[in-house]
């Protein structure tokens, strides 16, 4: 049996996503999170083989968890299923450390196919996607990119200096950088053009 933890914020997904698995017979779908915290948790606690996680989800993205997981030396290999048909994003997955990236209007079939190849040491990613992946390298760094996200979501600097422990003035200047590379005219633009990119 190929053992498996699923992540995904939205109830319904959850539960076809995991009935989607149980009908195939050789899938055991170990633990559903809502978070990616709860989900690492999970993956800690029951070494799945796979997780299968989405990107946007509260308290740690996916992205985020696959780091995480490849930081604690899990075993766990992870597949991102995700709406966000971005190269940028791939891209960030795969320095992560996922082993597949999916996209949620993919036949059903494939996702059952894509578990049991990544459980066998392989990997499962769309080869347009993966082609556009590499055509435009993400110009922002790491901590540009969490201060310009924060900022698309409406914080202010101090907002954002508080939170990450910084100083106002270093806020002031990773958004003028980020907003610089992107070649936006202010922070909105420079998070819905990086947001657009799959870089946020």
């Known amino acids: 049996m190929i053992r498996v933890v699923i992540a995904e914020d939205q109830a319904m997904v959850l539960g076809a996503l995991a009935a989607l698995l149980e009908i195939e017979g050789d899938f055991d779908v170990v633990g559903r999170a809502q978070d990616g915290e709860e989900a690492l948790e999970m993956c800690r606690e029951k070494r799945p083989d796979v997780l299968l996680t989405d990107i946007e989800m509260p308290r740690r993205t996916g992205l985020e968890l696959a780091s995480a997981l490849k930081q604690e030396k899990l075993p ?12 940028g994003y791939l891209r960030r997955a795969l320095e992560a450390g996922a082993s597949g990236y999916l996209l949620k209007d993919s036949p059903a079939e494939h996702l059952a196919n894509a578990v049991r190849r990544v459980k066998a040491g392989g990997r499962v990613v ?14 922002l760094t790491d901590r540009e990119r969490q201060v310009l996200r924060m900022a698309g979501e409406g914080q202010t600097s101090a907002d954002i200096a508080s939170t990450l422990h910084l100083s106002e003035g270093t806020v002031r200047n990773y958004l003028s950088e ?5 070649g936006a005219g202010n ?6 053009i990086a947001r657009d990119k799959g870089w946020l």
């Open 178 to 182: 980020a907003i610089s590379k992107l």
């Open 126 to 139: 769309d080869p347009e996607l993966a082609a556009e992946a590499w055509s435009e390298p993400d110009p």
């Open 187 to 192: 922070r909105v633009e420079a998070a819905r």
């Open 76 to 87: 766990t290999r992870v597949i991102i299923l995700t709406t966000f048909a971005r190269g």
